[in-house]
C-alpha cells in the first residue's frame, strides 16, 4: 500500500456525567487506499492526553478498526460496526480494564485524496455506559513545496 502525507483534523466529543467536553486536533499523517481497505496513521499529542502514542485506523466496508499503541504496553484496539456491540482491552501502565463499545453510527465518505468520517458510539465498563463519544476525521492530501510548506491541492 502506498501511504500519502496528509493533514488530518480529528474532533472528539464525549458526553458523560455533566456537560459534554470537545477536543480539537490537527496533526500530520500518512493515508493510504487499497481495493479492500484504507488505512491512516497518525502520532497522538500532548493536547489528547496520549502523547507518544501511534493511532492506526483501518477503514473497511461495514467495519472500521482503531489501534492505539503506546510505551510500556499501552493502548487499545476498539472495533466499530454499525449497531453492534464489541469488546476491546484498555492497556495503561497502571493496569488492564475491559471495555464494552456499542457503535451507533458510522458515516465514511474517504476516497483517493482524503475525505470524512463520523463515528458516534457508547462505552461501557461493566454493562454501565461510561459516556458517549463522537468522532468526525477529516482527512486532506498534501503537497510540500520546496520550502517544506503545506500547501492545500486545488
Request: aromatic share 8%; hydrophobic share 35%; with cysteine.
Amino acid at each position: 500500500m502506498i501511504m500519502k502525507d496528509v493533514v488530518i483534523s480529528i474532533t472528539g466529543v464525549q458526553q458523560g456525567e455533566g456537560a459534554p467536553s470537545m477536543l480539537e486536533m490537527v496533526t500530520q499523517g500518512q493515508y493510504g487506499v487499497e481495493r479492500d481497505k484504507i488505512l491512516l496513521r497518525y502520532q497522538e499529542s500532548e493536547l489528547t492526553g496520549m502523547e507518544g502514542m501511534e493511532t492506526s485506523i483501518t477503514i473497511r466496508p461495514q467495519r472500521v478498526e482503531m489501534l492505539r499503541q503506546g510505551a510500556e504496553g499501552a493502548g487499545a484496539q476498539m472495533i466499530f460496526e454499525e449497531g453492534e456491540k464489541n469488546y476491546f482491552l484498555y492497556n495503561t501502565p497502571f493496569g488492564s480494564a475491559t471495555m464494552g463499545l456499542h457503535t451507533n453510527k458510522i458515516h465514511c465518505r474517504m476516497g483517493e485524496r482524503g475525505g470524512f468520517m463520523e463515528i458516534d458510539y457508547s462505552v461501557d465498563m461493566e454493562e454501565h455506559v461510561v459516556g458517549r463519544n463522537r468522532f468526525f476525521i477529516h482527512v486532506k492530501e498534501t503537497e510540500k513545496s520546496h520550502t517544506g510548506d503545506i500547501r492545500w491541492p486545488i
